[in-house]
């Protein structure tokens, strides 16, 4: 038995040695959950979108060493743009959700990054759209400043092409769903994207909050929700509705139900997104056991320690939950509900005339 962990540790000392931090955190740890279900459960997702995102800029001339990118974030971009610029040479200016808390806040400060955290607010809808017009003053100010546009421009999908080859050398893409959270859209949508290029039949499941405009849900108000990074209260260009085939929405006590079944049944500890994701990824299983399923965990579970996890014992049975199916949007309710998106378009709120009108 000893041999056998001294030769699986000995792997992985003698195996790939990163130059930066940011190149390990860019890539997840693969989790199998049962037979048919894989975890990808990141530290950071984000830092391998904007760690290419960043690389490909300076590549084209689009940006300089020594340039200061800025944008708004909820944390874990905020994280993986500090992360990309400290590994390339360039300033970095976070304009900070009032999510973002002082553990991450200090980091961004070591790291060299500008942290101008947004007062606190009544909703994180409200913080949202400060955080935006937040930027636009900076670049009217500072024009040189490069906005990295994380809601909008679809560079952030090119780091997900090697996680997709990663999932498609591990996994029967044949018949396969992958289910994640819907933030900026860059990440489930740029794994099915790349999947979908040698197999067509890759599903694709979005997971979002209630009380967002992005899959139609701003009707349904949740006044406990925090997912933070995923949901939305303006539209995201990055968000292809088309590449969704099924979304569930969720609330707070479900997302935690999910959260907590994560880390009982299998000690991985992950945000709420990650719960969902879990509930989700499970009734997908259960209607159909012959599926693959992967599921997205972007982030550790650390900042929902005091608002989510402290609460574990009042959370419902993540068995006793079931979505409500539904067939039109007005339909919804909480705690979860579930749709057959079927590749449609974006609803009214999201759709691209009022993302021009946004950016």
């Known amino acids: ?9 000995n792997g992985h000392i003698n ?11 860019s890539r997840p740890a693969l989790v199998r959950l049962d037979s048919r279900t894989l975890c990808l459960r990141f530290e950071t997702m984000k830092v391998a979108s904007a760690l290419e995102a960043v690389r490909h800029l300076l590549e084209c001339g689009t940006i300089e060493h020594g340039d200061t990118l800025v944008d708004s974030s909820s944390g874990i971009y905020a994280h993986a743009l500090a992360l990309a610029c400290h590994r390339y040479g360039l300033h970095c200016h976070i304009i900070a959700s009032t999510t973002v ?4 806040r200090t980091q961004l400060e070591i790291l060299g990054a500008t942290v101008e955290p947004m007062p606190p607010s009544a909703s994180l809808k409200l913080d949202q759209s400060r955080r935006v017009e937040r930027v636009r003053e900076i670049l009217r100010d500072r024009p040189r400043y490069h906005w990295m546009r994380q809601y ?8 997900y092409r090697p996680i997709a080859d990663l999932v498609r050398s591990h996994v029967d893409c044949s018949r396969l769903s992958v289910v994640g959270g819907v933030g900026t859209g860059a990440s489930t949508g740029a794994l099915a994207t790349f999947l979908r290029e040698t197999d067509p039949s890759v599903e694709l499941v979005g997971v979002q909050p209630f009380d967002s405009v992005t899959f ?21 260009g990055n968000v292809d509705h088309t590449l969704y085939d099924t979304v569930h929405w969720f609330g707070f006590d479900a997302a935690l139900a999910g959260s907590v ?14 719960g969902a994701a879990y509930l989700a990824a499970r009734w997908e299983q259960r209607l ?7 599921v997205l965990a972007p982030d550790t579970g650390h900042r929902y320690v005091d608002a989510a996890y402290s609460r574990h014992a009042e959370a ?12 039109k949007l007005a339909e919804m309710g909480l705690p979860w509900s579930r749709m057959h998106w079927d590749r449609a378009g974006a609803p009214p709120n999201a759709a691209v005339e009022a993302v021009r009108a946004a950016s």
């Open 316 to 327: 419902p049975l993540a068995a006793e939950l079931r979505p409500l199916q539904i067939k």
């Open 216 to 236: 139609g849900s701003e009707h349904v108000h949740d006044p406990e929700i925090i997912i933070a990074g995923i949901g939305s209260s303006i539209p995201f």
């Open 1 to 9: 038995m000893r041999e056998a962990v001294h030769s699986h540790i």
């Open 15 to 25: 195996g790939h040695v990163d130059g930066h931090i940011a190149d390990a955190l």
């Open 101 to 104: 808390d002082r553990t991450l």
């Open 261 to 274: 079944a994560l880390l009982r049944e299998h000690a991985v500890f992950a945000g709420l997104s990650a």
């Open 152 to 159: 909008h421009d679809d560079v952030h999908y090119r780091g």
């Open 288 to 294: 159909d056991p012959d599926r693959h399923v992967v």
